[in-house]
C-alpha cells in the first residue's frame, strides 16, 4: 500500500524575551488522514501508521501475503541448503517450524473466542503448512547412513505420515475433505496413473540420476517400488494435493491455493541443484492439482507420482 504524503514541519520562533523556543502545532498529511497538535511529527506518524495498518484493508492484504512470504522463506531456506550450509538451513527450517507453528497456536485460542470467524481457516491452513518444513527436518535428521537408498523413503515417510494423519485429525478434516473417499471412477484414475511414464522419462532427462537399486532384477525392484509408491507417491500427494490443497482452498482463493501448493511443492526440489527441474515440477504440480480439483480424488495423481519415481530411479537408469 502507498500513499501520497506531504509533511509541513514546524516553524520555530525564538522569542527576544525569552530562551524559550516556541514551537507551532505541526501538521501531517497522509491521504486523507490529518492529524494536528503538539506531539512531534515522529510520534505522529506512528499513530497514523498504526491505525492504517489496523484498518480493514490493510489487514487483509497483510494476511494475504504473510503465507507468500512463509512460501519465499522456505525456497530461500531450501537454496540455503542446497548451494551453502546444510546446518544452518537445517535451523531454519526448524525456526520456520516454531514460527509457523506459534502462528496457527495464536489462530487457535481465537478460534475459541469465536468459531465460525476466518481464523479457524487460518489455523488449519498454518497448522497444514508445517509439514513443509517438517519434510526436510526429518531428511535430514534421520539417521539414514546406514540403509540402502530405498529404505531411506520409508524412514523418513513414516514420521511424516504420522504428523500428517495428526494434523488432519487437529483440523477436522474427513476423508471426503482431503480427496480420499471413495473413487467414482476407477478406469479414469488408472489412466491419470499412466501419465507417470512420460513425466518420469522427462525428469530422467533432466536429472540424469543414479539408480537406486544395483540391477535390474524383478526380485529385487517390487519393494523399493512399492516404498517410492507408497512414501512419496501417496504421502506428498496427501500432504500437498490433499491437505495443503484443501486448507489453503480455504483460507486463500481456491484458484490462488493451486499456484501456492505448487510453488510450495516445486522449491522443495531445489536441492536438486538443477533449474529446469523446478519449473518441471511447478507444471507437473499445477497439473495434479488441477485434476485432483476436477476429480475430486488423490488415486491418479498418486499413481502418477509413484510411477515417475519408480521409472525415474529404477527403470529407466538401467535403458536409456
Same mark, same amino acid.
Given at each position: 500500500m502507498s500513499y501520497n504524503h506531504t509533511v509541513k514541519t514546524a516553524k520555530q520562533i525564538n522569542s527576544p524575551s525569552t530562551s524559550e523556543t516556541l514551537v507551532l502545532p505541526p501538521r501531517?498529511? =497522509? &491521504? $486523507?488522514?490529518? +492529524?494536528e497538535g503538539r506531539r512531534s @511529527?515522529?510520534? @505522529? %506518524?506512528i499513530t497514523l501508521l498504526i491505525s492504517n495498518i489496523q484498518s480493514p484493508t490493510s489487514k487483509r492484504r497483510f494476511n494475504q501475503a504473510v503465507p507468500w512470504l512463509y512460501a519465499l522463506a522456505v525456497g530461500g531456506t531450501e537454496l540455503l541448503v542446497g548451494l551453502v550450509n546444510v546446518t544452518a538451513g537445517l535451523l531454519l527450517h526448524f525456526t520456520l517450524l516454531f514460527i509457523l507453528l506459534a502462528h496457527a497456536a495464536v489462530l487457535f485460542t481465537r478460534r475459541t473466542k469465536d468459531k465460525t470467524g476466518p481464523d479457524i481457516l487460518g489455523y488449519n491452513f498454518y497448522l497444514s503448512l508445517t509439514l513443509v518444513p517438517l519434510i526436510r527436518i526429518l531428511s535430514l535428521?534421520?539417521?539414514?547412513? $546406514?540403509f540402502s537408498l530405498p529404505y531411506w523413503y520409508l524412514i523418513v515417510g513414516t514420521p511424516l505420515f504420522a504428523a500428517a494423519f495428526l494434523v488432519i485429525r487437529q483440523a477436522g478434516y474427513r476423508a471426503q475433505d482431503i480427496y480420499i473417499s471413495r473413487v467414482k471412477n476407477l478406469?479414469? @484414475?488408472?489412466a491419470l496413473g499412466l501419465i507417470g511414464l512420460p513425466l518420469g522419462l522427462i525428469e530422467f532427462y533432466i536429472l540424469s540420476p543414479a539408480p537406486l537399486i544395483k540391477t535390474f532384477d524383478l526380485t529385487q525392484i517390487w519393494l523399493p517400488a512399492l516404498i517410492l509408491l507408497v512414501f512419496t507417491g501417496l504421502a506428498e500427494e496427501l500432504i500437498f494435493r490433499g491437505i495443503l490443497l484443501k486448507s489453503a482452498g480455504e483460507y486463500l482463493k481456491k484458484r490462488t491455493a493451486l499456484f501456492y501448493v505448487s510453488f510450495l511443492f516445486a522449491v522443495m526440489h531445489i536441492t536438486h541443484l538443477v533449474t529446469l527441474?523446478? *519449473? %518441471? =515440477? %511447478? &507444471? =507437473?504440480?499445477? +497439473? *495434479?492439482a488441477l485434476l485432483v480439483q476436477k476429480t475430486n480424488s488423490l488415486l491418479g495423481v498418486t499413481l502418477a507420482h509413484g510411477l515417475t519415481n519408480i521409472t525415474l530411479y529404477l527403470v529407466y537408469p538401467f535403458f536409456l
Open positions: 501531517l498529511e =497522509v &491521504g $486523507s488522514w490529518k +492529524l @511529527q515522529i510520534c @505522529q %506518524f535428521c534421520m539417521p539414514l547412513a $546406514s478406469p479414469l @484414475q488408472l527441474d523446478v *519449473f %518441471f =515440477v %511447478f &507444471g =507437473v504440480a499445477l +497439473l *495434479f
